[in-house]
């Protein structure tokens, strides 16, 4: 569990997300931990892990504390409201439903980020800068309408505190740079969480001692992935944050576990080829002299 923990903790660091739709299904497929101890046990986690990450994203500056003013205002007392709400209707019907319905619009904002990239790129321009700080006005209607959207998912379904909330942000400020769109997210997670994690403490069934095995690993990783993620520019990011919007995507369709290994491991390996190849590539150009053309 500790190490399900350090790898789910490193990719919530990393992009915000993922965090509700990797680590309940890895408690339940590979654990057999029951679901509503899943969820229970998931969201204390993600109350006490996501507070490491966002204090080191408000370190490094990439916190934009307007935003995050505006998305609690709106998602604490929805979260509150969509436990109550799932708890008073007998929700598991409304809860699979909600889960399809994100799970669609999760793989359908991994497509759209693909193809504006491929767009701008053919144009030659881009939505977005290298690095975490980039000005934006913040429009507070609409973004407490994202998080009141968010927090009621997130009480309904206990997944979406990241996912969701980072696909709407990238609708409402396409030019928001990556960094500072994870510290964002991250920091306005908290309260979220908390909110929601407070109502299942209700009406759920927490297992402190599965949270504490999974916090060993997940401290650890959300700090390492948080720390890559503040100071990484953006082309590295972006492309982390479509695979793990299809993986959240898939997992929320049910597809099956072997598919989705398949995705991540050829998503990894693609990366590592990427990555070498940008080294090799840096190499080259280092060993010319300068006025001397290269040939890669």
Not at 219 to 245: K, N, Q, T, W, Y
Not at 259 to 265: C, I, Q, S, T, V
Request: contains cysteine.
């Amino acid at each position: 569990m500790a190490l399900g923990g350090l790898g789910v903790g490193a990719v919530v660091g990393l992009t915000g997300m993922g965090g509700g739709a990797l680590m309940t299904p890895m408690l339940v497929i590979f654990f057999g931990i029951d679901p509503v101890t899943a969820v229970s046990s998931d969201l204390v986690v993600s109350l006490i892990m996501k507070p490491f990450g966002a204090g080191v994203h408000a370190k490094e500056g990439t916190v934009n504390y307007q935003m995050v003013k505006w998305l609690c205002l709106g998602s604490v007392p929805c979260a509150f409201g969509g436990v109550f709400l799932l708890n008073a209707i007998g929700g598991d019907d409304v809860s699979a439903t909600v889960k399809l319905w994100l799970g669609i619009a999760l793989l359908m904002a991994a497509s759209s980020m693909v193809v504006r990239h491929e767009i701008n790129r053919r144009r030659g321009t881009h939505v977005a800068v290298d690095g975490a700080q980039l000005a934006v006005h913040v429009r507070p209607l609409p973004t407490l309408l994202v998080g009141a959207v968010g927090g009621l998912i997130v009480g309904m379904t206990s997944v979406g505190s990241g996912s969701l909330i980072i696909v709407l942000l990238l609708l409402l400020y396409p030019t928001l740079a990556a960094g500072q769109l994870v510290g964002t997210d991250l920091v306005q997670a908290v309260p979220l969480v908390g909110a929601a994690a407070l109502g299942h403490l209700f009406f759920g069934d927490v297992s402190f001692a599965i949270a504490g095995s999974l916090l060993v690993g997940a401290i650890p990783g959300v700090l390492i992935g948080a720390r890559i993620s503040a100071r990484a520019p953006d082309h590295i990011i972006r492309p982390i944050l479509v695979v793990v919007l299809i993986a959240s995507g898939a997992k929320l369709l049910d597809a099956p576990n072997e598919w989705l290994l398949a995705f991540l491991g050829a998503a990894v390996f693609v990366g590592v080829v990427l990555s070498l190849r940008a080294v090799v590539q840096g190499r080259r150009a280092a060993s010319v002299p300068d006025g001397e053309p290269t040939t890669i």
